[in-house]
T-cell receptor, first 111, second 114 residues
Framework: KNEVEQSPQNLTAQEGEFITINCSYSVGISALHWLQQHPGGGIVSLFMLSSGKKKHGRLIATINIQEKHSSLHITASHPRDSAVYICAVGRPTNSGSRLTFGEGTQLTVNP | DAGITQSPRHKVTETGTPVTLRCHQTENHRYMYWYRQDPGHGLRLIHYSYGVKDTDKGEVSDGYSVSRSKTEDFLLTLESATSSQTSVYFC?????????????FGDGTRLSIL
């Protein structure tokens, strides 16, 4: 079983729909990250959070540390939101900490 | 955008040849990482560096070596490339240990081993 599990793997929505992507993890973490990878391949960090909720524009990320679960919500989805969304957890090591990634969720938003 | 440059962006080579990928940053960040991305897998850490001449292995380090002789450059070397190393390689940087600070990614290098 992967240490970071995302669901769903693929998601198709109509423009304007509310979207939720889920991430569950099984290890102790220092922080959880959400990233976006566009069709061209570039990877961008969206959020880093260790508790509660963060909001940026139409994107909202939440985390429940006790349940080891995070969600990424997109309100009023748009075709330009089509991308792969990746959850990653930061784990401490002896030389700092490093990220362990989920496999990603492919989101397609149709006009 | 964070100043990260990967080179080359694309490379095709033959099994058994040595390959070196370069990651160059202009942010003066301490931490640098090399990942590979393959279908059916998330990004997987190959090696990372927490300072000049300080490196450590990731989860898929076999067949790879790295070097960091100055803050701005982190090199990934495949001593004798194999077809299983065909992948997209990403470099990333962060100012502190990645658990507590976002990572910034390069644009990736698409490597094909024939």
């Amino acid at each position: 079983k992967n240490e970071v599990e995302q669901s769903p793997q693929n998601l198709t929505a109509q423009e304007g729909e509310f979207i939720t992507i889920n991430c569950s993890y099984s290890v102790g973490i220092s922080a959880l990250h959400w990233l976006q990878q566009h069709p061209g391949g570039g990877i961008v960090s969206l959020f880093m959070l260790s508790s509660g909720k963060k909001k940026h524009g139409r994107l909202i990320a939440t985390i429940n540390i006790q349940e080891k679960h995070s969600s990424l919500h997109i309100t009023a989805s748009h075709p330009r939101d089509s991308a792969v969304y990746i959850c990653a957890v930061g784990r401490p090591t002896n030389s700092g900490s490093r990220l362990t990634f989920g496999e990603g969720t492919q989101l397609t938003v149709n006009p | 955008d964070a100043g990260i440059t990967q080179s080359p962006r694309h490379k095709v080579t033959e099994t058994g040849t040595p390959v070196t990928l370069r990651c160059h940053q202009t942010e003066n960040h301490r931490y640098m990482y090399w990942y590979r991305q393959d279908p059916g897998h998330g990004l997987r850490l190959i090696h990372y560096s927490y300072g000049v001449k300080d490196t450590d292995k990731g989860e898929v380090s076999d067949g790879y070596s790295v070097s960091r002789s100055k803050t701005e450059d982190f090199l990934l070397t495949l001593e004798s490339a194999t077809s299983s190393q065909t992948s997209v390689y990403f470099c990333a940087i962060s100012g502190r240990g990645s658990g507590n600070q976002p990572q910034h990614f390069g644009d990736g290098t698409r490597l094909s081993i024939l």
